[in-house]
């Protein structure tokens, strides 16, 4: 198609959109990227961040999704990758991802999209002007575009509240996007605020060289990556069956069955972590070893922050802690995009009226897609890539979009649907249910399973499918662009969960279990025959006809 699209940013939703681009059909594609690497937030970078709204993982991240829940739909992970990947390996499979398809000469590196308006024609055409910033030569440009692709995920600018006498500390402040690894640390006591993903990784990191004081407002439920048999939470919890029936139980019983799970491992009343809101009303955090740091003595559970001093810091509760050497504010971030003209789209308190959490029902001709504008508990690899197929369908004129009326409808729904459910605060305005936000994308472009033609024509695929691990490669088996190879990856999710493992050959053991099944039959047998013998004695009339 002669369309021209660009998509900025080249992360793991930017790589994604231009492959998918690429597969339906459009040939003139230009990914922006101000930095000279692909990758986003998943390339760690030694130095510090070049701009105010660039992030990056720390040295040692590790994924909280494994890595059949995070890979793209028609490229599984190799084999031989851990369940949990570290961020070398990611960066690795984005980069694998881009030669496979052919992507990164689609890339145009140290280019800065300084500024995006509608041009002058857009009410006719739909067409946006792009101003580019070369950062090699300093040179500014303009470019035009049919369809625009914003692909810069969320994670940019760091939300830092401000707390009384914090102008005055004498210590180190910083956001936990800052923080590198515990190398680049000094001191024996830090602080650190919050409790999510990001506040749990890095106060487990510095308590293994410093005494960390974890401060909560409202506490978290703990949710581990492993769980029973050793295998990754995911393969348990996003099963499409699983999500059906959650959808029909009462809401209290399917909070009591979490807090049960989730309390199996260690007690969070005891470990003072509870929360006043129930499990489903909030992004639990995944971390496996916070309760054993917790246990350690080397990380203490703290209230929230009411001051600084010089030297330390005071606590809701009235208690205070001096010698604090380092602070670090694991408080999310803004949703914010300083690039876009506030006529195009303004969000308040991070809260943006998408449709699908991808379209501005406002404009009139639905020629940009947001991507990576929501939050689930799951990898956001997969739902960009269906962001990104929607959005090529929605573009070459093959999937039509509902009225404006009725996406801000669905909005509106989604929002009192998110308020009813999730604690009230500027984390949760972008909630997404893993699977089922997926099946909505899919289910608009014709890509989600359809399980009456799969029990009839496949039931062993239905089955797995239905009752499996829910995994992306079930989103090519049909609709636009299918993958041949994804029912065989469907069936062997197993086999790559298992392949990383094998590393050791086990030690030949002698197979006891028929003898262990006959022994059982045996002593059955003897225990009848023993009872029968002491009833008959008792009974020689009732049983006479039994011969021994």
Known sequence: MSYRVG??????TGVTAVKNF?????????CFERRDVIGGLWYFKEDTARWEDESCVNRATVINTSKEFMAF??????DYYPNF????????YFVDYCKHFG??????????????KKHNSYSSTGRWELRLKDHKTGQETNEVFDFIVVANGHHGVPNMPVFPGQDKFEGKIIHSKEFKDVKSIDGEKAVVLGIGNSGGDVAVELSKYMKVFL????????????????????????VRLTTFLQRWMPRSYKNAMLKKMMNQRFCHDFYRLSPVHEPDATHPTLNDELPNRIAAGRVKVKPNIRCFTEKGVSFEDGTHEDGIDLVVFATGYKVEYPFIDKEIVEIRHNKVDLYKYMWLPELPKQTIA???VCQPLGAMFPIAELQSRLAAQVFKGAVAMPSANDMKKDIAAKQRELKSRYVDTERHTIQVDWLPYMDELASMMGCKPNMFRLL???PSLFWRVLTGPGVPYQFRLNGPNPWPGARQAIFTVMDRIQKPFETRQLPKRKNTSSWKRYFLLITLLSAGAATAYIFRDKNPDLLKHIKF
Not at 7 to 12: F, M, N
Not at 22 to 30: H, K
Not at 103 to 116: A, F, G, H, P
């Open 370 to 372: 947001f991507l990576a």
């Open 85 to 92: 990947c570290h961020n070398t390996d990611v960066l690795n």
């Open 215 to 238: 401060s909560t407002r409202r506490g978290a439920w703990i949710l581990n990556r492993i769980v029973d048999n050793g295998l990754p939470f995911d393969v348990f919890y996003h």
């Open 73 to 78: 739909s028609d490229y599984p992970m190799p």
């Open 456 to 458: 009839v024509t496949d």
């Open 103 to 116: 992507v990164d000469k689609y890339i145009r590196y140290n280019t800065e999209v300084m500024q995006l």
């Open 22 to 30: 690429l597969e339906a059909g459009f040939s003139d594609i230009v």
């Open 7 to 12: 998509v900025i940013g080249a992360g793991s």
